[in-house]
C-alpha cells in the first residue's frame, strides 16, 4: 500500500504570480518547481559564479533583500523578481599599459568619489563581505587592501545594483585584484621553483602511479591526503 507524504509547503510570488512550493527548495529550485526555465541568470548552482543575483520582498518588511536563487531557501510570503542583467560599467583597459603608480581604480572608475558611506553595497553581498571598505580603501589607492578584502567577490554585482552613487564595486575590486597579481604581489619562489622541478620530470614515476591507480585507491588517497592547517 502506497503512504501518501504531507510535504510541507510555503507560499511564493514569482512575478506577481502566486505558487506553493515544497519548503526548503533553493528559490533556483522553487523557480523551476512553478514551471520556469533558467535560460539566462544560472550558472554553477553552487554559490561561486554569481550569474543568480535575485533580489525580493518578504510580506510585511519593507526592504529590499539581495540573494544568490541557488543558495537561498524559499520563505513563506517572498515576493521574487528577476532582473534581466545587472546594470553595471566595466571600464576597458589594457593591463600592461596602466599607470599604476596614480590611482588607476579612481582614474577609470571617478564615480567612486561619489560613495556616500551609507553601506548599502555591504548590506547586500551574498558573500558578507566589507564592500563599502574597499570602495573606501579604492579611493585611497591602496590597491592591495581592495584586492583582500575583496578576495571572495564572485561577481554578482547585488552590490552595484543597490548603490545610489552606481559605482560598480565589484568591477572595481576585479581591476585591484588584477592590478595587484600583475605588479604587486611578490614573487612566489617555491612555485617557480616546483614548476621547474616538474618540468624536469622529477615527478613523472608518482604521476604515472598515480593515473594507473584503481578509482577506489585513489578516492582512499584523495581522502586521507595532508591538509595544510
Ligand atoms: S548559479 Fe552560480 S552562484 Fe548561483
Given at each position: 500500500?502506497n503512504?501518501?507524504t504531507?510535504v510541507?509547503t510555503?507560499e511564493?510570488?514569482?512575478?506577481g ?8 527548495l533553493t ?10 526555465q ?12 554569481g550569474?543568480?543575483a535575485?533580489i525580493?520582498?518578504l510580506?510585511?518588511?519593507y526592504?529590499?533583500?539581495?540573494d544568490?536563487?541557488?543558495q537561498?531557501?524559499?520563505?513563506d510570503g517572498?515576493y521574487?523578481t528577476?532582473l534581466?542583467?545587472t ?10 599599459e596602466?599607470?599604476v ?5 579612481l582614474?577609470?572608475y571617478?564615480e ?7 553601506n548599502?553595497c555591504?548590506k547586500?553581498?551574498p558573500q558578507?563581505?566589507e ?5 573606501n580603501?579604492?579611493?585611497r589607492?591602496?590597491?592591495k587592501?581592495?584586492?583582500?578584502l575583496?578576495?571572495d567577490c ?5 552590490c552595484?545594483a543597490r548603490c545610489p552613487a ?5 568591477h572595481?575590486a576585479?581591476?585591484?585584484r ?6 604587486q604581489a611578490p ?7 616546483r614548476v ?9 614515476d608518482e604521476l604515472?602511479?598515480l593515473?594507473n591507480?584503481?578509482k577506489?585507491?585513489l578516492?582512499?588517497r584523495y ?7
Amino acid at each position: 500500500m502506497n503512504e501518501k507524504t504531507e510535504v510541507e509547503t510555503v507560499e511564493i510570488f514569482i512575478m506577481g504570480k502566486r505558487y506553493e512550493v515544497p519548503k526548503g527548495l533553493t528559490i533556483m529550485k522553487a523557480m523551476e518547481y512553478s514551471g520556469y526555465q533558467y535560460v539566462r541568470g544560472v550558472g554553477c548552482r553552487g554559490g561561486f559564479c554569481g550569474a543568480c543575483a535575485t533580489i525580493y520582498r518578504l510580506e510585511g518588511d519593507y526592504k529590499l533583500h539581495t540573494d544568490l536563487a541557488c543558495q537561498t531557501t524559499v520563505q513563506d510570503g517572498m515576493y521574487l523578481t528577476q532582473l534581466p542583467f545587472t546594470p553595471a560599467g566595466r571600464e576597458q583597459y589594457d593591463l600592461e599599459e596602466l599607470e599604476v603608480d596614480n590611482n588607476p581604480l579612481l582614474d577609470l572608475y571617478p564615480e567612486l568619489a561619489r560613495c556616500v558611506s551609507c553601506n548599502t553595497c555591504s548590506k547586500s553581498c551574498p558573500q558578507d563581505l566589507e564592500v563599502m571598505d574597499f570602495v573606501n580603501e579604492a579611493i585611497r589607492g591602496n590597491i592591495k587592501e581592495v584586492a583582500e578584502l575583496s578576495f571572495d567577490c564572485i561577481q554578482c554585482g547585488l552590490c552595484a545594483a543597490r548603490c545610489p552613487a552606481e559605482i560598480p564595486h565589484h568591477h572595481v575590486a576585479q581591476l585591484a585584484r588584477r592590478i595587484y597579481g600583475r605588479y604587486q604581489a611578490p614573487e612566489s619562489e617555491h612555485l617557480e621553483k616546483r614548476v621547474k622541478e616538474i618540468a624536469n620530470g622529477q615527478f613523472d614515476d608518482e604521476l604515472e602511479e598515480l593515473v594507473n591507480l584503481p578509482k577506489e585507491e585513489l578516492e582512499e588517497r584523495y581522502e586521507n591526503r595532508e591538509i595544510e592547517e
